[in-house]
């Protein structure tokens, strides 16, 4: 991480803190993502990000905050479970939805009156957000940050990601500050506490790469699934993530005979599978062979789906990741991505 800037006295850091001041975007790196930021508190530059994106402006945002921030500014209450779970999991890819405080607007919860906090461990985003709250009245700074891309496509891993997504924006002057590559590469896990006052417990949102089970492990109790009294959150869409390309999930079986060249659709298909490609693959499919290991997989799969979704392929067909626990977040990612598409199969392999 030398060659990029990591302390508040950078002179890249400091332009993009003083663009925040002013109420413009700055794209930078996290350890999960890249995230397009504004001001928390300032509504028109909030309103900026939803613009950019193309957001529903009831689809509510995570803010980010430095080592050591005042929770208490931010968070109408910090119960003694989301402070054991901070000392644990922050910095890191760790989400905390808390109760809003009364003076934090609503702009970042769609109107909610909950707030999504994470603090990022990636050191460009610390230099970043301490630059920042440093120019804020007493020190107290958030940055109201999404994933840095067009609403519900494939979140960006690398800065250029970002730079090809948002090219009038950096033409305008948008600073995008260059990390490299997102070290976890799928977006935070999100835990809802902002219930616990009314008798509801801790309920997972959106799983990520701090899993349910350490989660439990920390607070002594399980973890709820949403329920339709949830709050609303980053990422929890039912079609999400997903690149332009027709990508659909398939069992292994089924990608064994598209790799035989049965009935395939006009233009090549990419096959996403955890086997090498067979012998005698049909020119006209892509193969790419996978990691078999969750965190190696999240962290690769939205530069690969990128790449994937560039080359002109006709359909991306990903064999569908085991089922058990420790892929939970991965499948999330890949099933809402499938879910953007309504596809019509016919004439595709093993249909």
């Known amino acids: 991480m030398s060659s990029h800037p990591t302390s508040a006295g950078d002179p890249a850091i400091a332009h993009a803190a003083a663009r925040l001041l002013a109420g413009q975007l700055v794209a930078f790196p996290t350890e999960t993502v890249y995230g397009l930021g504004a001001d928390a508190e300032n509504p028109q530059a909030v309103a900026r990000i939803y613009a950019a994106k193309g957001r529903p402006a009831n689809h509510p945002v995570i803010v980010h905050l430095a080592p050591g921030a005042d929770l208490g500014y931010w968070a109408a209450d910090v119960p003694a479970k989301a402070r054991r779970l901070i000392d644990a999991f922050w910095p890191g890819p ?161 990608l064994a005979e598209a790799a035989r060249g049965s009935r395939l659709p006009a233009g090549s298909v990419a096959v996403v599978a955890f086997e090498p490609p067979p012998a005698g693959l049909d020119r006209r499919i892509a193969w790419r062979q996978v990691a078999a290991d969750p965190r190696r997989y999240a962290h690769d799969l939205y530069a690969l789906l990128r790449e994937l979704d560039g080359a002109g392929h006709a359909r991306i067909l990903v064999q569908a990741p085991p089922a058990d626990a420790a892929w939970s977040a991965v499948n999330d990612r890949i099933g809402r991505a499938a879910a953007a598409f309504s596809l019509d199969t016919t004439g595709l392999p093993g249909t």
Do not use: W
């Not at 800065?159 to 935070?188: K, T, W």
């Open 94 to 254: 760790l989400t905390l939805i808390l109760p809003r405080a009364p003076g934090i607007g609503a702009a970042v919860s769609g109107g909610q009156d909950s707030i999504g906090l994470r603090c990022p461990s990636h050191p460009v985003a610390q230099a970043l957000l301490r630059a920042f709250a440093a120019g804020r009245p007493g020190g107290h700074g958030g940055v109201a940050a999404p994933s840095a891309n067009k609403f519900g496509q494939v979140s960006p891993t690398r800065a250029e990601h970002v730079r090809g997504e948002f090219p009038l924006e950096v033409a305008q002057g948008m600073p995008v500050l260059d990390g490299g590559p997102a070290e976890v590469g799928i977006e935070s896990t999100i835990l809802d506490l902002s219930r616990l006052a009314r008798g509801v417990g801790p309920v997972l949102l959106r799983p990520g790469h701090v899993t349910a089970a350490q989660i439990e492990a920390v607070l002594g109790e399980p973890v709820g699934l949403p329920d339709a009294a949830a709050p609303r959150a980053s990422g929890t869409l039912k079609a999400h993530y997903a690149p332009h390309t027709p990508l659909e999930l398939v069992a292994a079986a089924r």
